[in-house]
Every structure is written in C-alpha cells, then in structure tokens.
DNA sequence: ATCACAATACTTTTT
DNA sequence: GTATTGTGAT
C-alpha cells in the first residue's frame, strides 16, 4: 500500500514538495497534522533519511505521541519517538547535553509554576516589595514574557518605576533558580537557544544532525521557539511548518501568529500550500464557525467547504444556572448516545476555565455516569504526590532548596519554624547552601552547628539528613521502584496519610500510582523521569480505556476532534473571558478560541449558557456571551429568542418562579433582633438575614467585636436562648 | 511543635 | 468553592 494512498491531490503535493522550505496554511479539520505525519513517513520512506535526522516540533505531548505513533502506523518498521516531541523536551535535551556550557549542571531540576511563585514570595520578603502593590504572579508573568522574547534579566529595560522592580526582581529569580540548580520552562527555550548562539560548533552539530525540520501548531510558536527554529535549521533548510493563524489562542504565552509571517520573510523561496477543505465538519457547523471567526479583523478570509453536507442544525440551550447547565449537559449526553446511536466516548464537554469543569464532575458523578477530564493538576498537583517527587527532586538535585523546605517537616518530624529559619541562616552565614549544613549535621553528631538549634530540632535535622545520605547512596543502587518504597518507608508516610478517611486511603493511591508509573521509568532513570513529570501536561493523564466523555477547557481542545461537543459557559465574562475585555488583542484571542472550539465538532454542535452564575461564591444573572449574536439564526435551534440579551432571558420573561428549579433550599435560622452568640466574638445581635442559594448569611452586630456578616454553615454561631 | 478551626484572599487559558 | 494564612488551645 502507498502511503499517499489517503490523500487528496493537494495534501499530496504539500508531502512530496521537494527539499526547502515550506509552509502549509490550512483551516481546522483539514489534517494538517495527517499531512505532517505522512510528510515525516515520506521522508523516511522515501527519501531514505534517518529517523534521528528529522526533527519533528510541536505543542503538546499529547500531540508529539500521536505524531509518533501515526508515523509508526504508517511505517512498517516503528520510528524513534525521540524525535517527535514538544519545543520543551527538546530543549530540556539540549540543556542537559550540554550543561558543561551552561551555568547548571546536568541534574538540573525543572520548577514549575507553583516552585516559581514560592521563590518569587520569597524574594519579595526579601526586597521589602509589598506582594499587595507588586503581585508575585504578575511580576512572574512579565518575567516569563521577557524569557520568552529571549529578553535576560541585564537587558529588561526598566522604562518605568515598576518595570525596574521587576528588572530587579527578574535578575534575583534567576540568581535563586541557578542556586537552586534549577530552571524554570521558560528558561528550557531560552538557555537552549544561548547555548546554541554562543557556541558554534554546538549549533553545527545539531545542524548536522537534525537536516529536516517539521513543526505542527506553527501558529503558536514564541519568539524562543521560533529563534531554536532557525537556528537549527540554518541557511537553506527542509523546513516544514503547519499552521493556522485563526487557530492562535496561545498568545498570553508569548505564542505570535506573525511568526507565520516573519517565515515567508526570513524564507522567500518558501511554498506555501493552502488547505481549505475540511474534512471534519458538516457544512453548519463550518458556517457557523465562519460566522464567529469572519468578524475577526485583519485576516485572510477563508472559504470553508466540506463535501460532508449541511448536516444538524446547532443547538442551543439556556439553563437557569450552573447546576441545572450540567444536568442539561447530561441530558444531552444520554439521549443523543441512545437517539444518535453515538458512542459515549464520541462525546466531549468544553468550558473555558477550569474551574467550570466541578459542577460538570459532581453532576456526572451523581448521575453515575463516569468521564475522562483533561487537564488541571489532576495527578501532579496533588500535595502528597508533590511531596514524594519532592523527596526525589530533593535526592536527584541537592540545591533544590523549594523541595527541601517542602519536605523538610513532611510528614512533621518536629522541625518547626524556628529550627527552620536558624538551619536557613546558619547556611547564610557559612556561605554555604542549606545542603551542606544537613550534611554536617548527618555526619558530625558533636558539630559546633548543634549550638545553633533547639536540641530537639537539631537532632531532627541531623536524622533527617542522615536519611537523605542515605537515599541518595541508595539511588544509584537501586530500582527506582524500590528507593520510592523506601522513603514511603522510612518517612512512615503511609501512617501519615492514613487518617482512617477515605481521602487518606485516595492520596496513598495516588502514591502507588506515581510509584507504577516510576517502575516505567528503570531504565531511564531518575533524571528522564523527573524530567517527564515536570513537562508532561495533565493531558496525559487521561485515563484511557472505557468510553466516556471527555471534559476538558477548549485551550486543551486544540487539534483534537469530536463527533459531538458541547461548548458550556457561553456568558459575556466566561466566553470572552472578562480578563480580555479590555485588552483589544486579548479580545480577539477569545473569538479565535470560540472558533477553535466550535471547529473540533464533527457531527454536532450544542451551546449552552446560564440565566444564572456563581462567580465568585455569590450569585448573579449573567449577560448572554456577545458572541452569540454573531450566529446566524437560520443555523440554530433551540432557546433561540433568550440568546439576545439577559432581559429577553425566558426566565425573565415569565414571572413563573416555578421555572426555577427544584433545590434543597436551607431553612433560615435566625432572624433580626435575635440574640446570638459566636464561639469568638461573643454575643450579639443579629442585623439581617438572608438566604442565599444553599447557605444563610447573617450580618451580627457583637457587643465586642463590632458588625460581622457571618455564613451561618460556617460560622460556630448559636442562638442564644435567654 | 502541632492541630483544629476560622477568616482571608483569590480564580483564564498551559509547557 | 478552594487554597492559604492566622490564631488559640493542647
């Protein structure tokens, strides 16, 4: 069988357009990752190149694995995935051939955002910088932006009184992460394009080695990724680049749809092919997402077509609130599974922030019907999987001061505070690293340093770096498998976990799991598997097997496909988001995800948006998304009328309260006038009173303490009888 | 030093 | 609703 044999005669000629560079803009569901896969068995088969001479680029993992297992598919003999992967397992390869060049060494961990921000809190103490006036995430994302423009911390350039904060800020960050032997993802992008840069005969190495070069998602490359690009890629490349501007949602992360631009520029003699048929979607569902996107400015218009026929029309639904949204969403689920005679695996739930994905998942779970969520600190942002890859960061990387201070007192081993703090600054005062005093404790039990300490903390530390001592000589020894055992062990953190709870009984789970999954890792070893976890999205923690739907933020959506999707959350300040409004660039960002998320559905399409939304712990009517008056009526069906405004809401519109529907409401429980008494602000009297979805909120005014508006679940408040 | 409870502060999207 | 911080009791 010709491996062509599936494509049509201009996806093609994109696969066998001959060496040099060459760019193919396509529309969504026009296979440009099929057309990627097939060029990079093509040139394997073909051509005769090696697998290691194709460097093949793209976003996710999730992405890069299916790359490689499509090429294998297509392929008798199986392909080296090593060459498939995303910009940041790519560089994270660079930097740890060539650590020598750079100023960590090869057991260099990776911090993640949580790792980030707790050294940037610190250093904020440290700078006296108010954290109220100066947010450490904020400062946090500027940084990143500059790293991602490839901007070091001498060349920020502080034009204003808070960008030389963050000048000085950026220039201590980094100081810290190369204390701690340690870079950030950013700084994968950025030391890997440095190394490269200054060192010639590196960068002809790789040019040597990597002589074609294919990039899927091209439309969200940052400057860093685009720089490593063409750096590898040098004068006269075989370079191929898929993308699709529309498709751009990545900017916030420095991604920049002009770099589609900049490569017809920087490459002149480049092809470019255009897809425009799709191959996904029914003809609705392409107009309507042409009518989202068409209001878009400044772009290519595309033409759009599908032999696949006009199709279902687009449902559209108001639920009352996010409650009543998710059973709608069940609904749906079910009844097109029996009607549609779809596959409940077929189905997929889109929301835009991860937050929405709760109600969905209590909804589904009460309902008994089980569901597979992507994304969000499912797995590795749990604490008791944090601290485990904590102990193993911490015996990989000595310096690794962020997973130190995790697990120093983890499980409590009666290293409190004060110990802490004196163990930190007796490192400071000897100019050494916090490592280095454990070990002198660990291995001097009449050390001067003792005097520094509570006794009992200082013997705590010194049996606590013996046990380090001890690990770390065990790593090279044993099974991966096998030291995590031994730490569970020696820590007794089963016994720590085990409270009797069934949430207990859940973490020691998860520790068996990450356990399993380091078992893969033998062979690889700890500085692979660390490295996997850090990079890894939670994409992939997608537990396979059984047919389910899949609920997931329509970020996570890109370049996936659906036979039928479910857009949720379709509420001005949601879809936009009501941080882009007022950001014109932001703004048109949010439309560009809107279309992408229409664009994954195959079959059919549902929208639902809520008369009613908890933003915050309150809630409020919501305002239809603006978006929705770009939908051509005569392609939707539905709650059509309610789409226009919150007043033309049909629960608005009928003053029949009995459309709301049926909950538990709470009773209330106290009344104005009432005397009560608090646990800590002893007694008072009560203001006012109401009940507010499921809970009661009281305002009390007590004779000490003043007025309090208090949550009567929460609060320890009681009626105080006489 | 540790725990339990309560008040507070914060919520976009991800490698 | 959830994560983090703060406080008082043991």
């Known amino acids: 069988?010709?491996?062509?044999?599936?494509?049509?005669?201009?996806?093609?000629?994109?696969?066998?357009?001959?060496?040099?560079?060459?760019?193919?803009?396509?529309?969504?569901?026009?296979?440009?990752?099929?057309?990627?896969?097939?060029?990079?068995?093509?040139?394997?088969?073909?051509?005769?190149?090696?697998?290691?001479?194709?460097?093949?680029?793209?976003?996710?993992?999730?992405?890069?694995?299916?790359?490689?297992?499509?090429?294998?598919?297509?392929?008798?003999?199986?392909?080296?995935?090593?060459?498939?992967?995303?910009?940041?397992?790519?560089?994270?390869?660079?930097?740890?051939?060539?650590?020598?060049?750079?100023?960590?060494?090869?057991?260099?961990?990776?911090?993640?955002?949580?790792?980030?921000?707790?050294?940037?809190?610190?250093?904020?103490?440290?700078?006296?910088?108010?954290?109220?006036?100066?947010?450490?995430?904020?400062?946090?994302?500027?940084?990143?932006?500059?790293?991602?423009?490839?901007?070091?911390?001498?060349?920020?350039?502080?034009?204003?009184?808070?960008?030389?904060?963050?000048?000085?800020?950026?220039?201590?960050?980094?100081?810290?992460?190369?204390?701690?032997?340690?870079?950030?993802?950013?700084?994968?992008?950025?030391?890997?394009?440095?190394?490269?840069?200054?060192?010639?005969?590196?960068?002809?190495?790789?040019?040597?080695?990597?002589?074609?070069?294919?990039?899927?998602?091209?439309?969200?490359?940052?400057?860093?990724?685009?720089?490593?690009?063409?750096?590898?890629?040098?004068?006269?490349?075989?370079?191929?680049?898929?993308?699709?501007?529309?498709?751009?949602?990545?900017?916030?992360?420095?991604?920049?749809?002009?770099?589609?631009?900049?490569?017809?520029?920087?490459?002149?003699?480049?092809?470019?092919?255009?897809?425009?048929?799709?191959?996904?979607?029914?003809?609705?569902?392409?107009?309507?997402?042409?009518?989202?996107?068409?209001?878009?400015?400044?772009?290519?218009?595309?033409?759009?077509?599908?032999?696949?026929?006009?199709?279902?029309?687009?449902?559209?639904?108001?639920?009352?609130?996010?409650?009543d949204e998710a059973n709608f969403v069940l609904d749906q689920i079910q009844s097109i599974a029996d009607d549609g005679g779809y596959d409940l695996g077929d189905m997929a739930v889109m929301y835009r922030t991860n937050a929405q994905s709760r109600i969905l998942e209590e909804a589904f779970l009460r309902a008994g019907q089980p569901y597979r969520l992507v994304g969000a600190q499912r797995f590795y942002g749990r604490r008791e999987v944090k601290d485990l890859v904590g102990y193993l960061r911490l015996i990989h990387n000595r310096e690794d001061q962020v997973s130190l201070l995790r697990v120093i007192n983890t499980p409590p081993r009666g290293i409190g505070g004060k110990t802490i703090s004196s163990f930190l600054q007796a490192a400071e005062d000897a100019h050494v690293s916090p490592a280095t005093i454990l070990d002198q404790l660990a291995t001097d039990p009449n050390a001067a340093l003792f005097d520094r300490f509570p006794r009992r903390g200082g013997q705590a530390l010194a049996e606590f770096g013996k046990h380090l001592k001890q690990w770390r000589a065990m790593s090279s020894e044993i099974e991966l498998g096998n030291l995590i055992d031994r730490i569970l062990q020696d820590t007794h953190y089963h016994a720590y976990l085990d409270d009797g709870s069934e949430e207990g009984a859940e973490r020691w789970e998860n520790l068996l799991e990450l356990r399993s999954l380091a078992q893969e890792f033998t062979e690889l070893g700890m500085s692979i598997f660390l490295e996997h976890i850090a990079l890894i999205s939670d994409q992939d923690t997608l537990t396979d097997g059984q047919s389910a739907p899949t609920l997931l933020t329509l970020h996570a959506a890109k370049g996936l496909e659906f036979p039928i999707v479910i857009i949720i959350g379709l509420d001005d300040g949601l879809i936009p988001h009501q941080r882009s409004f007022d950001e014109p660039e932001a703004m048109l960002e949010e439309r560009r995800l809107f279309y992408v998320g229409i664009t994954r559905a195959k079959d059919r399409l549902v929208l639902v948006r809520c008369f009613r939304r908890r933003f915050f712990g309150t809630s409020s009517t919501a305002e239809p998304s603006r978006y929705l008056n770009d939908l051509p009526a005569d392609l939707l069906e539905g709650d059509v009328a309610g789409i226009l405004t919150r007043e033309q809401s049909a629960y608005n519109r009928q003053t029949d309260w009995n459309l709301q529907p049926m909950r538990e409401s709470v009773e209330s429980k106290f009344n104005v006038g009432m005397r009560v008494k608090h646990a800590k602000f002893g007694e008072g009297i009560v203001m006012d009173s109401r009940v507010d979805q499921d809970d009661e909120e009281v305002t009390v005014e007590f004779e000490e303490y003043g007025i309090k508006i208090l949550a009567a679940s929460v609060a320890n408040l009681e009626r105080n009888g006489d």
């Open 1 to 323: 069988m010709n491996l062509l044999d599936n494509l049509n005669a201009q996806q093609r000629e994109a696969v066998t357009a001959p060496a040099g560079p060459v760019l193919v803009l396509a529309g969504p569901g026009s296979g440009k990752t099929r057309v990627l896969t097939h060029r990079i068995a093509y040139q394997i088969s073909q051509l005769g190149i090696p697998p290691a001479a194709i460097m093949a680029v793209t976003f996710t993992n999730k992405a890069a694995r299916e790359m490689g297992n499509r090429v294998e598919e297509l392929l008798t003999n199986s392909v080296h995935q090593s060459n498939m992967g995303t910009f940041h397992a790519f560089s994270a390869g660079v930097v740890r051939r060539e650590a020598n060049l750079l100023p960590v060494t090869r057991e260099f961990v990776i911090f993640d955002d949580a790792d980030q921000l707790s050294i940037m809190r610190k250093i904020l103490k440290d700078m006296n910088i108010d954290p109220k006036q100066s947010p450490p995430r904020r400062i946090q994302n500027i940084i990143s932006a500059a790293k991602n423009e490839l901007i070091e911390a001498p060349d920020f350039a502080a034009n204003n009184y808070f960008n030389e904060i963050v000048r000085r800020v950026y220039e201590l960050y980094q100081q810290k992460l190369l204390d701690n032997n340690a870079l950030d993802f950013d700084d994968l992008l950025l030391y890997a394009v440095k190394v490269l840069r200054e060192n010639q005969s590196v960068l002809e190495a790789y040019r040597r080695r990597y002589r074609t070069i294919l990039v899927d998602e091209f439309q969200d490359t940052n400057t860093a990724q685009y720089t490593l690009l063409r750096l590898i890629a040098g004068e006269n490349p075989d370079l191929f680049a898929v993308g699709d501007p529309d498709q751009s949602i990545y900017r916030w992360r420095g991604a920049d749809y002009r770099n589609v631009l900049r490569f017809l520029e920087d490459f002149p003699g480049a092809q470019t092919i255009l897809l425009e048929q799709n191959y996904r979607s029914t003809q609705n569902i392409l107009d309507l997402g042409m009518a989202v996107i068409d209001k878009h400015p400044g772009r290519q218009r595309k033409a759009l077509f599908t032999d696949r026929g006009a199709g279902e029309l687009i449902k559209f639904h108001e639920a009352y609130d996010e409650q």
